[in-house]
């Protein structure tokens, strides 16, 4: 089996960039049976649907403060022993009501995204939905979710991260 190919993009990330486009390059790189060794500042679980959908399996550790290592290869990993950290509560999506405000934040700079999310959020009834489109994973976003008791569910499309998120209540 071949070595795994690593790529770390935790100062991109540091530096507010977006590694995507790296990240997919690298994958495509990918001799068959090949890992890759991702290094990053937070766990990327938007990453996993992306390279789920072309069979990738992953097993993520973090190893401190700011330091996630996530080996994503195409042969099946086994389970790991404790559930994976998330950012915020994931319900489904099934009785969740249609969502009352939509945001379109993309082509904004950080941090108005999250300020606007934050903002429309105050506005919500309990138990309300607010549906918004960003350019990129909002991952400094979810930390004040939590705090705030929000569930959100996150989804990657071509346009942009999808992100659904329902007022606490």
Do not use: C
């Not at 089996?1 to 997919?24: F, H, K, Q």
């Not at 068959?32 to 937070?42: I, K």
């Not at 429309?120 to 004040?144: I, K, S, T």
């Amino acid at each position: 089996m071949a070595e795994p190919i690593t790529l770390d993009v935790r100062e991109e990330l540091r530096r507010g960039g977006e590694p995507l486009p790296r990240i997919l390059q690298a994958v495509a790189s990918l001799a068959p049976g090949q890992a890759l060794r991702l290094l990053v500042t937070f766990e990327p679980l938007p990453l996993y649907a992306v390279l789920g959908r072309k069979g990738f399996a992953h097993q993520a550790h973090r190893r401190g403060e700011g330091d996630w290592e996530v080996l994503f290869s195409s042969e099946p990993q086994p389970a790991p022993q404790a559930p994976a950290p998330s950012t915020a509560a994931e319900p489904g999506a099934a009785g969740w009501p249609a969502p009352r405000t939509f945001l379109d934040n993309r082509g904004l700079e950080p941090p108005e995204p999250m300020i606007r999310i934050l903002d429309a959020l105050e506005h919500l009834a309990p138990g309300e939905v607010l549906e918004a489109l960003n350019e990129r994973d909002p991952v400094f976003l979810y930390p004040e979710l939590k705090a705030r008791g929000a569930a959100i569910r996150t989804e990657v499309r071509a346009e942009g991260v999808r992100l659904l998120i329902r007022h606490a209540g």
